[in-house]
Nanobody, 115 residues
């Protein structure tokens, strides 16, 4: 059974930083495409960042220069470091995995940027 468990969300002040983690199990992590999506209230879910099995990364324009996605194939974990956060970054952040096992979503972690 594939599970993706996100952590690291919470309340952050504008200008602050946080690091989200997604621990994966039940899949061969090293050959899985991984990504972070987010969904703000009343908006569609959108891609934030992705990382391929080879370590190639892709970012939404809104987070370029502020976000860094990385993966640890030993810990089966993908990370999203976000800096210079603004209220527009407030959303539920979801981990996504795609590979021979199919595609799966985590349950999401809330990030709220507010003073």
């Amino acid at each position: 059974q594939v599970t993706l468990v996100e952590s690291g969300g919470g309340l952050v002040q504008p200008g602050g930083s946080l690091r989200l983690s997604c621990a994966a199990s039940g899949l061969i992590f090293s050959i899985s495409f991984m990504a972070w999506y987010r969904q703000a209230p009343g908006k569609e879910r959108e891609l934030v960042a992705s990382i391929t099995t080879g370590g190639n990364t892709n970012y939404a324009e809104s987070v370029k220069g502020r976000g860094t996605i990385s993966r640890d194939n030993v810990k089966n974990t993908v990370y999203l470091q976000m800096n210079s956060l603004s209220p527009e970054d407030t959303a539920v952040y979801y981990c996504y995995s795609r590979g021979p096992h199919g595609f799966y979503w985590g349950q999401g972690t809330q990030v709220t940027v507010s003073s």
